[in-house]
């Protein structure tokens, strides 16, 4: 396991990164980006098993990560770089014409890391099912993680899938959902309150782990714990709770930095609350 | 007719009895359902393979997402349910997990068209055809008897990439040869003829055919192709036979909107524009009746193909 210290920095060049990428192009999702940063950080520098410099689609023998909520595309974008999946100056791409970084991720320009596209709500989960499948019928006892977003829980078929990896024992599936709380028209609970719903993937077979998704040792407990949970019949759902914005006071506390960017000043004050810590590119 | 009839087959039991026998030659064929099990004729196969087939209930827009996620690691994933189930339902997840994401997964849709009969409007999907050319990347395949599905089912099997393969309910001609190959991309040309191209998919085949006994009756000697794959079109096999023949009839159990004769009409008025007149649904939806009711009602009979070829003779 990498040590605590060392992925929180690793975090913060993540955040620096997510921050520059859409000032510089001033287009793209800030907010849900900082807010899962540790997240990302905990699942592909010390969870997941992967090769990042020989990126191959199918995956055999490595754990398979899908995003679904691809409007949070800066972080990941910023997450394979720094693994080392592309080179770390292609982030100066991000959003601009003719880059393999779209503004919600897609496998159309080959962008190793990505293995399907993402941005319509709802999709990732059955993706991410299938894939499961996939190697359950292989015997590849690697595992295939996907995060969805709090509001797309108000996609149907977000609901179809939760029935039926949870009736069909899916266990080598870990879900999680980056609840937030915010949605592009206000607050989740204003525009389409999700209920209880921990007690709802419960009903539908899943087990559910609450965690604080901005506390790198609880994030880092969170998953250790979920895979000991792998093959046990059931599969699994990390109720992720995090701060839209968490890394820069400003972009905290409120939906308003879900899809906008920072003008220089506000880049300049973002980036002063940030430690440059892996170099940035 | 040079054509005989073999026996009366439905197409899906080609898809079924194609699967089947895919499955048996490649383990990497997978398949999913979404509750229409016996309709689609994949019973044969779940009970071969159970642990090679996922039943996902009534639940498609899952099932089209969890064949996108089927294919990596390698499988095949042969989707079934109704065409109007396995389009119009679930034209997002195709389009961005499916098509975008440049996914082998296999689409295969029966009860297709205003065939499917007693069931009414709400299931007899006229427009899925456009909407599945419209894909970038999409591959279209619209056969026309069992024996050919059956072809269909294996040429799609080994080809790389989204595929959809459109079929339907009622039991037609099989007259197709059992052991002629499927080429994807390929018109066939079934009847050599100079006065009249009549370019037909599916089900109006077989009543091309008809069609083309009933002119050379009245020394019209009609020119009748087979397009199975509608999406890429043959281009070159079609200017070939309409440089001969000047004139065009289409016909199809689909809207003229964004169907076969919206294809060929798009590429010759390109290429070599010439009189064409469209048997198809003519912008309506369909209603309860038999399919051989509906097919008269709606104008797609041999009959109405007929018609369609003196008509555009008289523009020549």
């Known amino acids: ?112 890391g990505i293995r399907v596209a993402s941005g319509s709500l709802g999709q990732g989960l059955s993706v991410a099912i299938g894939a499961a499948l996939s ?18 829980q108000q996609e149907g078929q977000i609901w179809e899938a939760a029935l039926y990896a949870g009736s069909r024992k899916v266990d080598n599936l870990i879900a999680t959902i980056d609840y937030n ?14 209920g209880d719903l921990a007690a709802k993937y419960r009903a539908f077979g899943w087990e559910v782990i609450e965690f604080d998704g901005n506390d790198m040792q609880a994030v880092v407990n969170t998953l250790e714990l979920a895979k000991t949970n792998v093959g046990k019949g059931k599969p699994q759902l990390l109720l992720m709770k995090t701060e839209m914005g968490m890394g820069v006071d400003f972009m905290m506390g409120s939906h308003n930095w879900h899809g906008i960017a920072p003008n220089d000043e506000q880049l300049e004050k973002a980036l002063s609350q940030l430690e440059e810590t892996l170099g940035d590119y | 007719m ?39 004729k994949m019973n044969a196969f779940a009970d071969a393979f159970p642990e ?11 099932m089209i997402g969890m064949a996108a996620g089927l294919t990596i690691g390698g499988l095949i994933p042969f989707t079934g349910t109704f065409a109007n189930f396995s389009t119009g339902r679930v034209y997002d997840q195709i389009r961005q997990s499916v098509a975008y994401s440049n996914k082998n997964v296999k689409i295969c849709a029966s009860h297709a068209g205003i065939t499917l009969g007693e069931d009414g409007a709400t299931h007899q999907i006229l427009e899925d055809v ?11 395949i619209v056969p026309c008897d069992y024996n050919q599905t059956k072809a269909a089912v294996k040429a799609i099997a080994a080809h790389q990439g989204p595929v959809y393969l459109r079929f339907g309910r009622p039991k037609v001609p099989n007259f197709t040869s059992v052991d002629a190959p499927f080429e994807i991309g390929k018109a066939i040309k079934l009847i050599e003829g100079a006065d009249v191209s009549i370019i037909a998919t599916g089900h109006l085949v077989w009543k091309a055919l008809e069609a083309a006994e009933a002119l050379a009756k009245e020394n019209i000697h009609a020119e009748v192709i087979n397009i199975a794959t509608i999406k890429p079109l043959d281009e070159e096999a079609l200017i070939q036979s309409v440089r001969k023949t000047k004139c065009v009839v289409t016909a199809e159990e689909h809207q003229a909107n964004g169907g076969l004769g919206d294809a060929v009409a798009q590429m010759l008025a390109q290429k070599m524009p010439l009189p064409l007149e469209m048997v198809a649904i003519k912008d309506v939806f369909g209603e309860s009746g038999t399919a051989e009711e509906l097919m008269k009602k709606y104008g797609l009979d041999t009959t109405d193909i007929v018609k369609a070829a003196k008509n555009v003779l008289k523009r020549k």
């Open chain 1, 1 to 112: 396991m990498a040590e605590i210290g060392n992925l929180k920095k690793i975090a913060s060049q993540v955040r620096r990164d997510i921050v520059r990428m859409v000032h510089k192009r001033q287009s793209g999702h800030p907010g849900g980006s900082l807010g899962c940063a540790d997240f990302f950080t905990a699942l592909y520098f010390d969870q997941m098993h992967l090769d990042a410099s020989d990126f191959d689609m199918n995956g055999i023998d490595e754990d398979l990560f899908f995003l679904s909520n691809g409007h949070i595309s800066p972080v990941f974008y910023s997450i394979l770089a720094r693994k080392g999946y592309f080179p770390v100056e292609e982030l100066n791409t991000f959003r601009a014409i003719n880059s393999r970084l779209q503004g919600h991720p897609t496998t159309h320009d080959n962008l190793p």
């Open chain 1, 135 to 152: 190697k359950k019928l292989r015997n590849d006892n690697k595992l295939v993680y996907v995060l969805m977003g709090d509001g797309e």
């Open chain 1, 181 to 194: 709380g915010q949605q592009i028209d206000g607050a989740v609970d204003d525009v389409m309150p999700l």
């Open chain 2, 2 to 40: 040079k054509y005989t009839i073999q026996n009366h087959k439905d197409t899906r039991s080609g898809f079924g009895d194609g699967l089947l026998e895919i499955a048996k030659e490649n383990e990497n064929i997978v398949g999913l359902c979404a509750d229409l099990t016996g309709s689609l």
């Open chain 2, 52 to 62: 090679r087939f996922f039943q996902t209930g009534i639940s498609e827009a899952n």
């Open chain 2, 130 to 140: 456009g909407m599945m050319r419209m894909l970038p990347g999409m591959t279209v």
